[in-house]
Structures are given as structure tokens and as C-alpha cells.
């Protein structure tokens, strides 16, 4: 008689990390924190408020990790500094892309995408 062999457990994929801890999804803050932080980025990016938003250090981290992937859908800029509890995001909205030295693109034919 031959030995059985040993099953092997089954590994998940991702452990996920509970809401609030390095590695959790952004998608687990509560939908009426996403709703405001959206609010707030869109109002921030459509000209309110100054060149940055700096956020308070008392936000999780998957707060933060959320208001990074926010940002970066609105065209915005964000950066977190700081360590532990001091860590905080700041937010701007990027440059604006000039022409170089300033050409005049109106003589250039208009780009369509997508089926006409």
C-alpha cells in the first residue's frame, strides 16, 4: 500500500487587508466617504479652492489610497508625505501643456475618433 499523498491547501490569490490597513481595496470605505471625497476632488479640480489641497493626517490608509486612484481618474496630481500618523496627501492639478514655442495648431485638421 502506497502513502496517500498529502492534499495541498488552496492559496487565495490576494489577501486582502481589512478597511483602513496598508493593502486593503480603496473600494472598502463606506460609499458616503467616497461620495464626499469625490465631491470634494471634482470641486478641487474644477477650480475651487486654490493651486493644492492638502488633506488631514487623520485618514486611513485606504482613504489615501483611494484619493490617489480618485485623483489620477480627475487628471490631478497627488502625493503623500510624512510617516505613521503624520502622513498626509496633498493634491494639485497638473500644469498646463503649452505648444511649443507657442505654434498655432488652428491650420491642423481636426482628429475624429470613434465611428463618424
Known amino acids: 500500500s502506497h502513502p496517500r499523498p498529502r492534499p495541498i491547501p488552496p492559496t487565495p490569490s490576494k489577501v486582502l487587508a481589512p478597511p483602513g490597513h496598508k493593502g486593503a481595496p480603496s473600494h472598502a470605505i463606506p460609499e458616503s466617504s467616497r461620495i464626499y471625497y469625490s465631491d470634494l476632488l471634482s470641486s478641487f479640480r474644477e477650480g ?39 502622513r498626509k496627501i496633498t ?26
Open 48 to 86: 475651487g479652492r486654490g493651486d493644492s489641497l492638502s488633506l488631514p493626517s487623520t485618514l486611513s490608509n485606504t482613504e489615501r489610497k483611494f484619493l490617489h486612484e480618485t485623483a489620477r481618474k480627475l487628471g490631478l496630481v497627488s502625493k503623500s508625505v510624512g510617516k505613521g500618523e503624520n
Open 91 to 116: 493634491l494639485r492639478r497638473p500644469p498646463e501643456v503649452k505648444n511649443a514655442g507657442g505654434a498655432d495648431d488652428s491650420g491642423l485638421p481636426r482628429l475624429r475618433l470613434g465611428p463618424r
